[in-house]
């Protein structure tokens, strides 16, 4: 349930429909928003020539908003960047055209080389915001927002280059310290928010992501090829006399001198798990050698050894079920699938948005680090679950074929008592009763000894759904009508013979 609208530029403050969420009202051919957490995000979509849009958009210029009318929440808001046209083989005229979010303003300033020391995580994100703000108009400028990374020593020490100020936050701040950074909107203009992961989102426990209830499809795998088994810890840059030298190719300070001359560090139980992976880590602001050493030990020690990952389909039950909370990306949900061995709380970093089929949604479940501890022990529990998995479909495999056996016996129990019917014959008639009473009893039993699948529960040990077991149900309910419609036959026999 969209609305979505464009504006010839940031002064226009009207604009006009594109999008309508009213049926048999004016439409969009097509239309994807794709959410990242702290990232860029962007929307593509399609119109035809009927639509008011295609002579009204100049990239870079024209604005957009996508609007959930459902919980009155701009979903997507942004610049038009490429709009690109095509007649279809059919003569049809179709518009494609790409939008990103206001965080793309970043993008369109360069910072400039510099040293930068003595500062903290904040400062440094203000010198970047206001380089920013001296390169480009006034409705791109931002202003520094809620800071919540910080360092082991709230000291950055960073030299920059001339990437362009979007990429060096990246760089500089994100890749290094972690955290997310939003753009914020308000009356007074643009907010960088740079925020801890304790501080995006929030757990939503009325809405698990779950198997059967609005899982879809889901897809799940443990990486741990990021490990480092073997450290080389770096420090500051070392002054060369070498005047060619490069910021990347210079010497940097090393552990060596207070590690019997070794410059690196080895985790023998991560050596003796996956072997020798080495990898090097810079810590410019580091000066001391017995500092750097113990950095790096702190990060051997505290490094988090693989990466489980998961995507899910899933439908966004807000659209269905309004009393509980959306789906968004940011907050943290429970994600359970008994039957690959999910049931642990994630962060939804990832949605794409169809704004012409709004009830279903695609997410991507944030990167979560694991312990060599958790990595082994949940390695062997996904190979105890595969082992259960497999025991569990053979035994489903041997209950099905108990109730094929046991639905023969009661046909064929059946033909011999039609049979006996047939012939007047009392005292098979008898003998045929007692053994379809027999059969359908076995038949029920077998049909109760299945196991509801039901996806909510850890405990779950079978593969067969309710609805089918409901069907078997109403097979044996059948057959016992049946029975009683036979047992009625033959009371109307005996009376016959007897009368």
Request: proline share 3%; hydrophobic share 35%; aromatic share 6%.
């Amino acid at each position: 349930m969209y609305l979505i609208k464009i504006y010839e530029d940031h002064n226009d403050q009207t604009g006009a429909v594109i999008h309508s969420p009213y049926v048999n009202d004016l439409k969009i051919s097509e239309g994807k928003v794709n959410i990242v957490l702290g990232s860029i995000y962007d929307f593509e979509f399609s119109i035809n020539i009927k639509n008011p849009a295609w002579s009204r958009i100049r990239p870079f210029k024209t604005l957009i908003e996508v609007k959930d009318m459902f919980r009155n929440k701009a979903v997507f808001e942004g610049r038009i960047l490429q709009p690109r046209s095509r007649m279809d083989s059919d003569g049809t005229f179709v518009k494609n055209v790409v939008a990103e979010s206001y965080l793309s303003y970043l993008v369109d300033s360069t910072q400039r080389h510099a040293e930068i020391h003595d500062t903290t995580v904040a400062e440094f994100l203000q010198i970047m915001i206001h380089n920013h703000n001296k390169q480009v108009e006034s409705h791109k400028r931002f202003k520094l927002g809620r800071v919540t990374v910080t360092n082991t020593t709230d000291n950055v020490y960073r030299y920059i280059g001339y990437d362009n100020t979007y990429e060096t936050i990246k760089d500089k701040l994100v890749a290094r310290l972690g955290g997310y950074i939003f753009c914020r909107k308000e009356d007074d203009g643009f907010y960088l928010d740079y925020l801890s992961e304790e501080d995006v989102g929030v757990y939503v426990d009325s809405t698990p992501i779950k198997l059967a209830k609005n899982m879809q499809s889901v897809s799940y795998e443990i990486d741990p090829t990021e490990v480092i088994t073997r450290l080389v810890p770096l420090g500051t840059q070392i002054d060369s006399e070498n005047e060619e030298a490069t910021d990347a190719s210079k010497a940097r300070l090393t552990i060596a001198d207070v590690n019997n001359g070794v410059d690196y560090l080895d985790d023998e139980d991560l050596i003796d798990e996956f072997g020798i992976i080495e990898r090097s880590i810079v810590w410019d602001d580091v000066t001391n050698p017995e500092r750097l050493l113990t950095n790096g030990k702190r990060f051997l020690r505290e490094q988090k050894t693989a990466i489980t990952r998961t995507e899910v389909n899933a439908i966004n039950s807000h659209l269905i079920e309004s009393e509980l909370t959306a789906i968004e990306v940011g907050n943290i949900h429970d994600l359970i699938n008994p039957v690959i061995g999910l049931n642990e709380r994630v962060r939804v970093i990832g949605q794409k948005l169809d704004i012409n089929s709004p009830q279903k949604s695609s997410l991507t479940i944030g990167n979560k680090k694991m312990t060599l501890t958790e990595y082994q022990a949940k390695t062997r529990t996904t190979e105890k679950e595969v082992i259960e998995l497999r025991s569990t479909v053979k035994n489903q495999s041997k209950r099905i074929v108990t109730i094929r056996q046991e639905l023969q016996n009661v046909d064929s129990v059946l033909e011999d008592l039609n049979n006996a019917i047939g012939d007047a014959d009392i005292p098979a008639l008898e003998d045929a009763i007692e053994n379809l009473n027999q059969a359908v009893s076995n038949l029920t039993d077998a049909v109760d000894n299945i196991p509801d699948y039901e996806p909510a529960t850890e405990t779950t040990d079978g593969l067969m759904s309710a609805s089918d077991k409901r069907k078997l149900n109403r097979i044996a309910v059948t057959q016992s009508v049946n029975l009683d419609n036979l047992l009625q036959r033959v009371i109307n026999l005996e009376e016959e013979v007897f009368d």
